[in-house]
């Protein structure tokens, strides 16, 4: 019987402890915004930078040897 009045008590330790992060989370501005960060992945950047153009070789032209 001793044990169940432990776990008893020791649940309602974890769950006031879990309420009061809740709590904390809440007051510190945690839940202020919740919509922006999920829509924000779905907007385009503000300057998408293009490729950079590759450099063409004649067609009688060696291509680079390495270490030269």
């Keep these: 019987m001793s044990v ?3 776990l008893i ?3 309602l330790v974890v769950a006031l402890a879990f309420l009061g992060a809740f709590i904390w989370a809440v007051r ?3 839940f202020e915004d ?3 960060p999920a829509m ?11 490729p950079a ?5 004649a067609p009688g032209e060696a291509a680079p040897q390495a270490g030269h």
Excluded: W
Aim: net charge positive.
């Design 4 to 6: 169940i009045l432990i």
């Design 9 to 11: 008590l020791a649940s």
């Design 28 to 30: 510190g501005g945690q």
């Design 34 to 36: 919740t919509t922006t």
């Design 40 to 50: 924000r992945i779905l907007g385009e950047d503000e300057k998408a930078k293009p």
């Design 53 to 57: 153009p590759q450099k063409m070789k």
